[in-house]
């Protein structure tokens, strides 16, 4: 077999995997003995949720002696305040019984915890004080009853939520969905501020200040179906144009249920590529969704975002009723198309509204759409298929695979789709690792193969102008094979871009004496090199004309660049492009502007330049 198993790798992830630093609650229950906690049951509770992380607990507690002697209790009968207990769990100091046993309850659960004096104040260390003159190295009874529990939507416990009834799954809104929902709202003595008397749901968007903060924070919690009481405090009961604040309310309580929301993804997260979903799809979000490289069919109809509203494209009547079906990664269509697309389930629609250069300006335009004009399509998503992995392919079968994606991404660097084809290379790379060659011939292809999908990504780099990422490209080839040409060479290059010019005439000088048929490409880049150098010296001097011209004493300025740099007299040369995987590469001029070292750098320059190279400074 070629190819290792995925769970075998999974599992040599999960071995690796750096382990999160325990809790100091979870290090505290790992004191827990058995028998030093036993509990029985007095009244059953309700329903099927426990308290959880993160919950808010309220309960009474009342603690005795073995033989049934009161110590303490909250409730008033017993010489209590009557006023109970809250804390939240993972958060509150408690004593490690509770903090184990109370999250076993259900609600209007009553039980009795018998606990060794480790499991309550009597613990080493415990973060919880004792009261005064309590029997703390003695075996208790606890009789706990849980009154309520809720999530805690604010660390100041300024917004709490009671679930009523839970949701039909699990995403939940959030800015800026549109939302529809039931809400009605009382004060915390249980006079009604507002009714539920509207004909239809309360229809607002998120992040606008529509409903009070603490309401919409508690909302953003919450599945579609779910009905849920949100208890916001009077800092968090902001003006909205739900409701006026009413003055002297220090608690609000909303009854909540939330009906139904439309999902408004920002996509770019600057308000300009919008994506609003106006018919659900199937299945779950995002696990559902194609968010890796498919096959996909969609439906669509595009319209200029004029006052016509002229519809330009519709694949139901420009392309006989076909849909359009393409390979997502590839560049088949507009940035913003694909993006959106992304984002969809199979059977949704959406409507997306997208700037000019995630839709027609970077991309081939219809005849019908002007530059610079703002779309909008309608799009369904029919359905996906994704591409099969390469668990049981024979050696062969890889390889004439990692061609075929490979000459996807060299199509698409020829394009000047930088960013997709070094995608198309990294994702053969990462599906390497699982690859075991099973003889020296399928270890060699193997290995060749690697290197230049490393030197591919180190080009598409150095176009993106990530230079320092290009050389480290370049590096897991040389680590491996320190005489490896292109690779020299196209480290060159990177030094050359970042003006790193004696580490680039290192790499070219060694190429020619590794292989002297590549004396071409080299003596070529070279005297790129050397152009590079007198380019950024002339800048040098310009800049700082007239440092050291003065007598002592004199205060000299650099110069000051008034008319922006000049542009070179070179021609750039067509870059080589008709396979990036060749062997020997022509040496490629860029129209990127020539590199900009560091003052430091510039400085020795200068000082070289000038006789002053030999010079201390004191």
């Not at 008397?197 to 529509?210: A, C, H, I, R, V």
């Not at 290197?451 to 591919?456: A, D, E, F």
């Not at 990530?466 to 480290?491: F, G, M, Q, T, W």
């Not at 022509?586 to 900009?596: G, H, I, N, S, V």
Request: hydrophobic share 35%; glycine share 8%; net charge negative.
């Amino acid at each position: 077999m070629a190819v290792v198993a995925d769970d075998d790798h999974e599992q040599q992830v999960k071995q690796t995997e750096k382990k999160k630093p325990e809790t100091e609650d979870e290090k505290r229950r790992k004191k827990i003995v058995p028998g030093s906690l036993m509990k029985a049951v007095v009244r059953p509770g309700g329903g099927k949720s426990k308290p959880a992380e993160g919950n808010q607990v309220i309960y009474h507690c009342t603690v005795r002696t073995l033989d049934g002697v009161t110590v303490e209790s909250t409730r008033s009968e017993f010489g209590g305040k009557g006023t109970p207990i809250r804390h939240v769990i993972g958060k509150s100091k408690i004593i490690l019984g509770l903090l184990e046993g109370i999250p076993t309850m259900l609600k209007g659960e009553v039980a009795m915890f018998k606990m060794k004096p480790e499991m309550h104040y009597g613990e080493k260390d415990c973060p919880v004080a004792a009261p005064d003159n309590f029997p703390k190295d003695s075996e208790l009874h606890f009789e706990i009853e849980l009154i309520e529990f809720s999530k805690v939507i604010t660390d100041d416990l300024g917004v709490l939520k009671k679930v009523i009834e839970e949701g039909q799954s699990w995403e939940t809104p959030r800015e800026p969905y549109e939302v529809k929902a039931w809400i009605s709202a009382k004060s915390g003595d249980g006079k009604v501020i507002l009714s539920r008397t509207q004909d239809e749901p309360y229809f607002f968007t998120f992040g606008k200040s529509e409903v009070p903060e603490g309401l919409e924070l508690g909302i953003a919690t919450m599945p579609r179906g779910e009905k849920a009481v949100i208890y916001v405090k009077s800092q968090y009961y902001t003006e909205s144009t739900l409701m006026p604040v009413v003055e002297g309310v220090d608690e609000v309580h909303f009854e909540v249920e939330l009906v139904h929301f439309i999902q408004v993804r920002d996509v770019l997260g600057d308000g300009r590529l919008i994506k609003r979903r106006i018919r659900d799809g199937r299945g779950e979000f995002p696990m559902d969704c194609p968010l890796q490289d498919s096959l996909l069919r969609v439906h669509y109809k595009g319209s200029l975002l004029n006052e016509e509203k002229t519809v330009f494209y519709d694949t139901r009547i420009d392309n006989n009723g076909q849909p359009l079906e393409f390979s997502s990664g590839e560049g088949l269509v507009p940035q913003g198309f694909e993006m959106s697309v992304r984002l969809m389930l199979p059977g949704e629609v959406s409507l997306v509204t997208c700037p000019p250069d995630y839709a027609y300006d970077k991309f081939e335009r219809p005849a019908n759409v002007p530059e610079g004009a703002y779309v909008q399509w309608e799009i369904e998503l029919l359905d996906f298929n994704t591409p099969k992995d390469w668990t049981g392919f024979s050696f062969r079968e890889i390889m004439d695979d990692v061609e075929k994606i490979k000459g996807t991404g060299n199509r698409l660097f020829k394009e000047g789709k930088f960013e997709l084809a070094k995608a198309k290379y990294e994702k053969v790379l990462r599906e390497f690792n699982h690859v075991h060659p099973q003889d020296d011939e399928e270890g060699k292809e193997f290995a060749n193969t690697r290197n230049l999908l490393h030197l591919n990504v180190a080009a598409c780099l150095l176009k993106l102008g990530e230079h320092k990422k290009s050389i480290e490209a370049c590096n897991k080839v040389l680590d491996a094979n320190p005489v490896h040409v292109k690779a020299l060479y196209r480290r060159g290059m990177a030094y050359m871009a970042s003006g790193d010019f004696e580490e680039a005439r290192a790499d070219f000088n060694k190429m020619m004496s590794i292989d002297k048929s590549s004396e071409g490409s080299a003596k070529a880049a070279l005297l790129k090199l050397k152009k590079e150098e007198q380019e950024v010296e002339r800048k040098v001097r310009k800049q700082f004309k007239g440092l050291f011209d003065k007598r002592p004493g004199e205060i000299a300025e650099a110069g000051t660049n008034d008319g922006g740099d000049e542009a070179t007299s070179e021609t750039p040369e067509k870059d080589d492009l008709d396979n990036i995987d060749d062997h020997e590469e022509r040496t490629r001029q860029t129209t990127e502007p020539p590199p900009r070292p560091g003052i430091l750098s510039q400085l020795r320059k200068l000082f070289a330049s000038v006789g002053l190279n030999r010079c201390t400074i004191l």
